[in-house]
């Protein structure tokens, strides 16, 4: 491939690989994001290779390896184009009458979505609840794009934003139509990335640097990961326009290790963005030089934060510095430096292309655009949603998500990781944007999004986010270091009912101590779970400790577990499931749970035969009045 040298070659190439292609042809479409490649999407791709060469359809019917197709509950997830006909959790033995479909034109009924309302099956992708109420602006591309193959790229559009950027626009254009759009940093916070171009720009200093984050370490979060895998050349053709408008040729990728896909598939887009003269000298013939340099993280949480990130890439411990002056303006190498996340550069050609009004146009006055989340958790249809902002959580969760699992209540929302908060039933009619959550006292964050219900101790949560930031702190700080340590144990205490009500006060006043006085976000952000789990759940913590009871039966020392007699048919499974010998009976007798013994691991409960329900779990210390302490006569024959 000849280096492309004016942007009339790279949309002469455009127009070569359109017409090459034949959209009416039948393509297999097969998710290859990380889920799905562990559900053994790979083998899969070989199978159906196999069966159209088997077939002769090889020349007839493409197939494509794409990036992450966001259902990742219903993985493997396979697509047909044009036809938008979608199967999902598609086994290795299904490809020869998938295969046999799409040459005749039929449906495979039985591998196609149904609405669990209405019980009927929807074939077309869009139609789809958990697509339909999407807008993905960002992911959309994911599923026509092969992300070893450049071409794809080209093919919808890419890297056409790069050429109107560096062929008819000056950087302070680029600067003002990116401000305009009012796009925020997708990554945590929602600093306007406008504002903060300007600021690299205008200070002080050669070179300036741009920077990607890619180092998401947030629990349940997988967005940038999925974009970085499935559209790589989105993130650097979103890099390079920001480079050209803030006057930066060296832009780096922190890219954590733990993602080997989106490492390769990034190094490899590099390599081919080289190859077409995209990256590197004298860009498209303007003048305009760019290189990228990717460093692979080591997967610190701390890491993220960008003074931290800044310092790992400079060879030393990841560790957040004093922001008395912001990296924007002496951040890598004490140099200007702008960092944005993955989402936050995927915007930018799409802003470039349609224009910053058309970008206004969606989600809220104060938060533009779409924001993917990672929606997990105690929900039917887990996956990444990219949604207008503005959206409901409600909408999110039931609409898209398809409702709480197995019929159970919905008790709160989680929004932001562990930087987020807690948001309770109550509001989730609030518009997901910046400033909404942020008046709830949880954020937007990176994305995360869990969905809890009834069956969740909020206190229990509170101990895990802590427990989690505190692993991850660097220990820099004292007030991160030692204030988390003395939140965990109180909040232990409380699980174990051994703490008093006046120590729920000195966790708010430790909580306020971080927030004002840690060095980095992680340490100020760190009670943010807490809090609004006290702001919102105060009374069950307060059950905790007043009458020793966890009311979601989750904390161990709080719940006790036992045999109904009257269920009781004393079939002993549960005798020989208990590791800690805490079960007794014998034939045709009850058999009843020595308190001391128990270890609360809740095997009995499991195996214990449904249609028996014998063995309860109680909140408290004690098992209901009446409960046999030594086995009795069975009172019903095992049927």
Known sequence: MNRLDS???????????????????????????????????????????AELAAQGLSDSIDIRHTGCHGFCEKGTVVVIHPSDVCYLQVQPT???????????????????????????????????????????????????????????????????ALSKVVSGMTPDQVLSEVEQAQLRGRGGAGFPAGKKWFTTKNAPGEPKYVIVNCDEGDPGAFMDRSVMEGNPHCVLEGLMIGAYAIGSHEGYVYVRAEYPLAVTNLFRAIA?????????????????????????????????????????????????????????????????????????????????????????????????????????????????VEVPMGTTLKDIVFKIGGGVRDGKKLKAVQTGGPSGGCIPVEYMDTPVDFDELDKLGSMVGSGGMIVLDEETCMVDLAKYFLTFLADESCGKCLPCREGLKQMIDIVT??????????????????????????????????????????????????????????????CPDLVTFYIDADKCKACSLCIRTCASSAIVGSKQMVHVIEQSKCIKCGACVDICPPKFGAILKVPGRNAPEGTPKEPIKVRHKVK
Not at 126 to 136: A, E, G, V
Request: charged share 25%; proline share 5%.
């Open 7 to 49: 942007p009339g070659a790279l949309a002469s190439l455009r127009q070569r690989i359109i017409e090459q292609r034949k959209h009416d042809k039948p393509c297999i479409s097969i998710c290859g994001g990380t889920g799905c490649l562990a559900l053994g999407a790979g083998k899969l791709g070989e199978l159906f290779i």
């Open 272 to 384: 081919q963005a080289e190859e077409y003269g995209l990256l590197g000298k004298n860009i498209l013939g303007s003048g305009f030089d760019f290189t990228v340099k990717v460093h692979q993280g080591a997967g610190a949480f701390v890491s993220g934060e960008s003074s931290a990130l800044m310092t790992a890439i400079e060879g030393r411990v990841g560790e957040p510095r004093p922001k008395y002056i912001r990296t924007a303006v002496r951040g890598l190498w004490n140099k200007p430096s702008n960092l944005n996340n993955v989402e936050t550069w995927a915007n930018v050609p799409q802003i470039i292309n349609r224009g910053a009004e058309w970008f206004k146009s969606i989600g809220t006055s104060g938060s533009s655009g779409t924001k993917i989340f990672a929606l997990v958790g105690k929900v039917n249809n887990t996956g990444l």
């Open 94 to 160: 299904d490809v020869p009458e998938v295969v046999a479909a799409v040459k005749s034109g039929n449906i495979v009924e039985r591998l196609l979505f149904t609405d669990p309302a209405t019980g009927e099956k929807i074939a077309k992708q869009s139609d789809i609840p958990f697509y339909r109420y999407q807008y993905r602006l960002v992911l959309g591309d994911n599923q026509r794009i092969d992300p070893k193959n450049i071409e794809d790229y080209l093919a919808v559009g890419g890297y056409k």
């Open 493 to 554: 205490r409380i699980t174990r009912g051994e703490a008093e009500m006046e120590e729920l006060d000195t966790l708010e006043e430790l909580a306020e101590t971080l927030k004002d006085a840690c060095l980095c976000a992680l340490g100020q952000t760190a009670a943010n779970p807490l809090l609004t789990t006290l702001r919102y759940f105060r009374p069950e913590y307060e059950t905790h400790i007043r009458d020793k009871k966890c009311p979601a039966g989750i």
